[in-house]
């Protein structure tokens, strides 16, 4: 039986995937940094309970890391771009949202906001702008994510957007929003 033991360059590219520092490694796993440091340039061979500390270390990061796929929201609630802004406006009002993503063949292709149907009815009647197309008004599409990505990259996506939609295979799976991730200083 063929036994596999992890190079140095495994585990340097495990802490890297894992976006973890050598300082955070070794403050994870109870040794010096200089001593991952060491091992990840191949200077030293660890002893069995130094690697058993820093792969437990590992493991332990990985059950920490929440992923889009883990707070998603599905289906979306979206709207089309050929569908009406009376109707976009219906959907936000029914369901309490002051935006929502426009959606053509599970592929993102715009977003519709309280502030934009706002902003257009300034500019012109009432009634012309209900019988507009949502195409019509439709600003840029929310950011999109795959399952996989971690939370962190979403709060940043998330301060310059209200939602963030989830991907998988070129389609829209899910959503994340700003809520979602508050809701996450409460799981403990």
Request: glycine share 6%.
């Amino acid at each position: 039986m063929t036994m596999f033991l992890p190079t140095p360059r495994d585990i340097k590219k495990r802490r890297v995937g894992l976006n973890l520092t050598q300082n955070e490694l070794a403050k994870l796993a109870g040794v010096s940094q200089p001593l991952i440091a060491r091992i990840e340039a191949g200077d030293v061979d660890p002893r069995l309970s130094t690697l058993t500390k820093i792969f437990d270390a590992f493991d332990t990061t990985e059950k920490k890391r929440i992923l889009a796929g883990d707070i998603m929201h599905s289906p979306v609630i979206h709207t089309n771009p050929g569908s009406s802004v009376e109707e976009a406006v219906d959907i936000m009002e029914s369901e309490g949202f002051s935006q929502v993503p426009v959606i053509e063949n599970g592929v993102p292709v715009g977003s519709i906001s309280s502030d934009t149907v706002v902003h257009y009815m300034t500019e012109s009647d009432t009634d012309k702008l209900s019988n507009m197309q949502v195409s019509d008004i439709m600003g840029s599409s929310f950011s999109t994510v795959s399952k996989d990505t971690v939370v962190s990259i979403i709060s940043h996506l998330l301060e310059q957007s209200p939602a963030v939609l989830v991907v998988d295979m070129g389609k829209v799976v899910g959503v994340v929003t700003q809520h979602d991730v508050m809701k996450l200083v409460h799981k403990k």
